[in-house]
């Protein structure tokens, strides 16, 4: 058990020496103006919204536009390139309910207030939910997968893939053992049977990486990258 333990370290190491510092920026997922963001949604959600403080809501007109404004401007990190569409979809979306906030604050109808700051709370939510992975256990097997298919492979670096090797079977073993959250409980058989497949892709890699059969590794990686699309389409 040390044994492996020791290996699993040795090659965590060398992975995360092997990165760039520009690789290393792609696989931080986190987005600043977001999370920035929610310091401002959140007073309003759970304060000034159910106690219908109108003056409030009004006040937080500035802070509102100000942290849309750098929402709209952020870019997303490579590991996320994947969800652009659903990212531009929903920032356009959420631009809307900026805008409409920014009508009813300068209106008199305070119903029509709250009901803009309702939109504002969802749209914001909805771009978190975008972007925020659904399991620890898929981030992490994210960012394995997103180094392999965007830059080892196309550059040929079976050395550098075979490094990951272990690591993406124990990474994808995590998953099939993960539990959906109560909102997707009943997306679980569905997300086990993609589990699994991930899994089956996981061990065939590696299996032809250990024996060096690279003529084949560039389709087995693409397998698994299929199969990790599909998992993440349960979401």
């Keep these: ?60 007109l500035e802070d509102v536009n100000e942290g849309a404004s750098k929402i709209f401007a952020a870019e997303l990190p490579g ?29 008199t109808d305070d119903e029509v207030l709250l009901k803009a700051a309702e939109k504002l709370h969802s749209f914001y939510e909805n771009l978190v939910r975008i972007v925020r992975p659904v399991l620890k256990e898929v981030d992490e097997f994210h960012k394995d997968m997103y180094v392999i298919y965007h830059y080892y492979l196309p550059e040929k670096q079976y050395d550098k893939i075979k490094l990951l090797g272990d690591g993406l079977v124990i990474k994808s073993e995590a998953i099939t053992k993960a539990k959906l959250s109560k909102r997707l409980e009943n997306k679980q058989d569905d997300f086990i049977s993609a589990a699994e497949d991930l899994l089956s892709s996981a061990k065939d890699l590696k299996d032809l990486l250990q024996h060096e059969k690279y003529d084949a590794i560039d389709s087995a990686v693409e397998k698994m990258h299929s199969n990790y699309q599909t998992l993440e389409a349960i979401f």
């Design 1 to 60: 058990m040390k044994k492996n333990v020791f290996y699993l370290l040795s090659f965590f190491l060398l992975f995360t020496f092997g990165l760039t510092a520009q690789q290393e920026h792609e696989l931080d997922s986190s987005i600043p103006e977001l999370s920035g963001f929610h310091e401002v949604i959140y007073p309003i959600w759970h304060s000034a919204y159910p106690e219908k403080d109108y003056a409030a809501l009004r006040g937080y």
């Design 79 to 107: 590991i996320l390139r994947d969800k652009l569409d659903s990212w531009n979809n929903g920032v356009n979306e959420f631009k809307t309910s900026v805008e409409e906030f920014n009508t009813a604050v300068s209106g």
